[in-house]
């Protein structure tokens, strides 16, 4: 059996200072305003970034577990309710994304509209 210091010490300092550093440079890129949350683009790019470090942590886990003889059957349902759960996310994003665009071309075409008629007055 593999040790502790061996297998899960340099998982926990990767993705502990990792993620300490990681959440740090969120932060500081949301108070520079870099990234404005208002933004349905800028918040896609949030949601791929925190997506991006939990997804490389969740397969170095699998793989550490691999390593380990850990039995993991569980595996397969849990990547089934995920990409369940991100589709979901994906297609309620996107509709919501065509709805905005519907509203914004509506919201376009009454002020068109309401500004020709208070002109003609």
């Known amino acids: 059996m593999l040790e502790f210091a061996n297998t899960w010490m340099p998982f926990i300092y990767l993705y502990g200072v990792g993620g300490v550093a990681f959440v740090i440079g969120i932060y500081l890129i949301i108070k520079s305003k870099s990234l404005n949350i208002d933004n349905i683009d800028h918040k896609r790019w949030l949601y791929v970034l925190i997506f991006g470090f939990l997804y490389?942590?969740?397969?170095?886990?699998?793989?550490?577990?691999?390593?380990?003889?850990?039995?993991?059957?569980?595996?397969?349902?849990?990547?089934?309710?995920?990409?369940?759960?991100?589709?979901?996310?994906?297609?309620?994003?996107?509709?919501?994304?065509?709805?905005?665009?519907?509203?914004?071309?509506?919201?376009?075409?009454?002020?068109?509209?309401?500004?020709?008629?208070?002109?003609?007055?």
């Open 56 to 121: 490389y942590a969740g397969i170095h886990t699998c793989l550490i577990l691999l390593a380990l003889d850990v039995n993991i059957i569980w595996l397969g349902p849990v990547l089934v309710i995920l990409g369940v759960f991100i589709y979901f996310n994906w297609y309620v994003e996107n509709r919501i994304t065509v709805l905005e665009q519907d509203l914004a071309e509506v919201n376009d075409q009454l002020s068109k509209l309401v500004s020709k008629n208070t002109i003609e007055d």
